[in-house]
T-cell receptor
Framework: DAGITQSPRHKVTETGTPVTLRCHQTENHRYMYWYRQDPGHGLRLIHYSYGVKDTDKGEVSDGYSVSRSKTEDFLLTLESATSSQTSVYFC??????????????FGPGTRLTVL | AQKVTQAQTEISVVEKEDVTLDCVYETRDTTYYLFWYKQPPSGELVFLIRRNSFDEQNEISGRYSWNFQKSTSSFNFTITASQVVDSAVYFCALSDPAGYNSGGGADGLTFGKGTHLIIQP
């Protein structure tokens, strides 16, 4: 358990509404990530952060924005949700401490349905 | 560009059989990490193993073993004497060099599409 929580865990919303998903970590890790998981696609990286206010795009960033104002929180925002953004969203952190411990751990996931 | 291929979409075996999940990767980098994750029906992603690109030793953990062959760009996962609790989707993943060299993180992982393993009683 890497001390990662996600909120909400489930959300149903309507097309065109804004949605914000929150990822919270308790262990002060520098790197945080947002992925989406869809059937037949595995997990794909949306955005990641390498420090407070430092973020970058991943493979599927269109339609998403992120913010990180504190080390412990990484927010994913869908400015205007579309049905194609119906997915399971996973937050992750990278634990580092040298070669022996570098690993990516995932939060429990958020299931988002856009009607 | 990096790529991870898990050609087996679904495997079904009877309990106590051995089963091997294949993973083939593509990268131009010489330093990287390879991972396996398990996703049980409850949906969480469980870390199983990380292997660095310079360590080709096979690893065994209980009924699980991993065979990393850099020459064939493969990182296969074998479950010996499978059990019903092994039923899950298994993902293989690849990091970029930043994850290996930075000492502080990676620019995300590239995942395969997963193999759905069904263990029948």
């Amino acid at each position: 358990d890497a001390g990662i929580t996600q909120s909400p865990r489930h959300k149903v919303t309507e097309t065109g509404t804004p949605v914000t998903l929150r990822c919270h970590q308790t262990e002060n890790h520098r790197y945080m990530y947002w992925y989406r998981q869809d059937p037949g696609h595995g997990l794909r990286l949306i955005h990641y952060s390498y420090g407070v206010k430092d973020t970058d795009k991943g493979e599927v960033s269109d339609g998403y924005s992120v913010s990180r104002s504190k080390t412990e929180d990484f927010l994913l925002t869908l400015e205007s949700a579309t049905s194609s953004q119906t997915s399971v969203y996973f937050c992750a952190i990278w634990t580092s401490g040298g070669e022996g411990t570098d690993t990516q751990y995932f939060g429990p996931g958020t299931r988002l349905t856009v009607l | 560009a990096q790529k991870v291929t898990q050609a087996q979409t679904e495997i079904s075996v009877v309990e106590k059989e051995d089963v091997t999940l294949d993973c083939v990767y593509e990268t131009r980098d010489t330093t990287y990490y390879l991972f396996w994750y398990k996703q049980p029906p409850s949906g969480e992603l469980v870390f199983l193993i990380r292997r660095n690109s310079f360590d080709e030793q096979n690893e065994i953990s209980g009924r699980y073993s991993w065979n990393f062959q850099k020459s064939t760009s493969s990182f296969n996962f074998t479950i010996t004497a499978s059990q019903v609790v092994d039923s899950a989707v298994y993902f293989c993943a690849l990091s970029d060099p930043a994850g290996y060299n930075s000492g502080g993180g990676a620019d995300g992982l590239t995942f395969g599409k997963g193999t759905h393993l069904i263990i029948q009683p």
